[in-house]
């Protein structure tokens, strides 16, 4: 399972080791406190997507 990972550059997250924007390393960064506006949501659910298939589920 991969864990999200924050750019200290750009501020952004992303699941990539790499960020996209700026082209800097990114760390692994423990998520924010769940909320349905928190901007780190839709890694989160992707992240959950990808367990669910490979456990056979979706």
């Not at 790499?18 to 924010?32: E, F, G, H, R, Y």
């Not at 506006?37 to 992240?47: H, L, P, S, V």
């Amino acid at each position: 399972m991969k864990k999200i990972r924050f750019c200290q550059e750009c501020e952004k997250y992303t699941l990539k080791e790499k960020c996209d924007l700026c082209d800097s390393q990114t760390v692994i960064n423990s998520p924010q406190k769940y909320s349905k506006d928190e901007e780190i949501a839709k890694y989160r659910r992707q992240i959950k997507r990808e367990v669910l298939k490979t456990k056979g589920i979706l």
